[in-house]
């Protein structure tokens, strides 16, 4: 006996327990498995058109993925977006007893203005801060991410007609595809 600790399978312990990540697996069923070491986003590339666009459609035409989203949106966001804010009262220079009652003030205040029947914080008019967010998770869902672009609207009224109220519109992540024979057409601009 050498002296050299093995495991069940007889194999040097050394080299058994050490990480085999690149190895063939227990039964060689990892040999031919040789991906690229490239990023998530190189990976993707190639076929992301074509992914987003299966994923819109599904959302789109299928009653359980168009199910499906909703509910990712209603576990992770709700049908109100509640802030939990905590602060730190020592370093805002107030009791603690105080921070609690400061705390229930600026929860309340939120809870008012995610409220889509009190107040909302859209261009239009339509949509409160919590619609905002609902809306953000389902596109995340299906498409991996969300774009806002900075949107005004310009009140006729304001005497120096300046952007009343600002805000964000969601805008598709999608570029615009213009059909190749619009383009051939005489006077389209």
């Not at 805002?92 to 007893?97: D, F, K, R, T, V």
């Not at 809870?111 to 339509?126: I, S």
């Not at 774009?147 to 310009?154: H, T």
């Not at 120096?160 to 005489?186: D, E, F, Q, T």
């Amino acid at each position: 006996m050498n002296g050299e600790l093995v495991d069940i399978h007889g194999q040097p312990l050394r080299q058994s327990m050490g990480y085999s990540g690149g190895g063939s697996g227990f039964g060689g069923q990892m040999a031919e498995w040789l991906p690229a070491p490239e990023s998530a986003d190189v990976a993707l590339l190639p076929s992301i058109h074509l992914g987003n666009a299966r994923a819109d459609d599904l959302v789109r035409n299928n009653g359980i993925a168009s199910n499906a989203v909703e509910i990712h949106k209603d576990h992770i966001v709700g049908h109100m977006f509640r802030l939990s804010y905590r602060p730190n009262w020592r370093w805002l220079g107030m009791p603690e007893a105080d921070s609690h009652a400061f705390i229930e003030d600026v929860e309340a205040a939120w809870m008012e203005y995610c409220d889509p029947v009190f107040g909302t914080m859209d261009v239009e008019g339509r949509r409160s801060f919590t619609e905002f967010i609902r809306e953000g998770v389902g596109v995340h869902t299906f498409n991996g991410e969300i774009l806002s672009s900075p949107y005004g609207m310009r009140n006729p009224r304001h005497y120096s007609g300046r952007n009343s109220k600002p805000s964000a519109r969601s805008v598709s992540v999608h570029p615009v595809m213009v059909p190749a024979i619009v383009l051939c057409v005489p006077g389209w601009k």
